[in-house]
């Protein structure tokens, strides 16, 4: 922890898009896969998406073909865009890296779909 800053959260509407931004160090960057989980009250967290050093991506069934995970490595950053967001969504969304996954953790970032 502390070496990675999450961005992006907020409130939506149903069928509404965010994007989440994950800053990393270079060192932290490079070195390792990176991940966004997320946990809604009262469950445990879970996978939504990671990307390992090479790019290869892997996503949770439940944000197939919704969500899109992304590094840029000028910016030592990961995205998550989220397209299509449903109220099930809703969550807090934690960035993660390391060499197997989860890893460390950000702080996390707050993600609401509501009408």
């Avoid at 994007?19 to 160090?25: F, G, I």
């Avoid at 966004?36 to 445990?44: H, L, M, N, T, V």
């Avoid at 865009?81 to 109220?87: A, E, G, R, T």
């Avoid at 969304?93 to 996954?101: A, E, I, K, P, W």
Wanted: aromatic content about 10%; glycine content about 14%; overall charge positive.
């Amino acid at each position: 922890q502390g070496q990675l800053v999450e961005s992006g959260g907020g409130l939506v509407q149903p069928g509404g898009s965010l994007r989440l931004s994950c800053a990393a160090s270079g060192s932290v960057f490079t070195k390792n896969a990176m991940g966004w989980y997320r946990q809604a009250p009262g469950k445990q967290r879970e996978l939504v998406a990671l990307i390992t050093r090479s790019g290869t991506t892997n996503y949770a069934d439940s944000v197939k073909g919704r969500f899109t995970i992304s590094r840029d490595n000028a910016k030592f950053t990961v995205y998550l865009q989220m397209n299509s967001l449903k109220p099930e969504d809703t969550a807090v969304y934690y960035c993660t890296y390391g060499s197997v996954l989860p890893g460390y953790w950000g702080q996390g970032t707050q993600v609401t779909v509501s009408s």
